[in-house]
T-cell receptor, first 111, second 112 residues
């Protein structure tokens, strides 16, 4: 079991560029989510999905898009990157009793 | 909105001392509470999950208690070791909708 995997590990973008952060899990979890972590602010929920074809917004969804075509994958798209989106992004999936498992993170810098 | 607070923000103890980490939350109607460990530059590792019907959970040297009525959870780490140095995060789910509210974490340093 690889658990939750994320790619890339690091990314540098210029303002206005778009990109997709990849997330995959091999635990057959229905629930997946994306968080961002900023210094002193804890983790904040961006988007989540309760199953293939179903997504919803979290606390800070602006500037991000998601889709869920399969149980395994939950990509996060940055439409037009801004410096305020410089952060560490974590993907998580949830199984029994809502215990959540996190990926290793993607460190994104927007110049 | 659920607010989760962890105090202190940082803690330094000598090796062998017991660690006590605190987490408080504003809405006592929680579904569960989860403690995580995060090493620098790494992801979050789940340590303990306490369901709302439980009072505590134990795993090895770790013990977490939950008091919903007072809006508090405490993570105890017995006989601390330098390898316990990390940031510990508390997260609360307010319902079975899988959304977590996180505290900002307590950064622990265990001195050899």
């Amino acid at each position: 079991n690889a658990g939750v995997t994320q790619t890339p590990k690091f990314q540098v973008l210029k303002t206005g560029q778009s990109m997709t952060l990849q997330c995959a899990q091999d635990m057959n979890h229905e629930y997946m989510s994306w968080y961002r972590q900023d210094p002193g602010m804890g983790l904040r929920l961006i988007h989540y999905s309760v199953g293939a074809g179903i997504t919803d917004q979290g606390e800070v969804p602006n500037g991000y898009n998601v889709s869920r075509s399969t149980t395994e994958d939950f990509p996060l798209r940055l439409l037009s990157a801004a410096p305020s989106q410089t952060s560490v992004y974590f993907c998580a999936s949830s199984g029994t009793y809502n215990e959540q498992f996190f990926g290793p993170g993607t460190r994104l810098t927007v110049l | 909105k659920q607010e989760v607070t962890q105090i202190p923000a940082a803690l330094s103890v000598p090796e062998g001392e017991n660690l006590v980490l605190n987490c408080s939350f504003t809405d006592s109607a929680i579904y569960n509470l989860q403690w995580f460990r995060q090493d620098p530059g790494k992801g979050l590792t789940s340590l303990l999950l306490i369901q709302s019907s439980q009072r505590e959970q134990t795993s090895g040297r770790l013990n977490a208690s939950l008091d919903k009525s007072s809006g508090r959870s405490t993570l105890y780490i017995a006989a601390s070791q330098p390898g316990d140095s990390a940031t510990y995060l508390c997260a609360v789910a307010v319902s079975n909708d899988y959304k977590l509210s996180f505290g900002a974490g307590t950064t622990v340093t265990v001195r050899a």
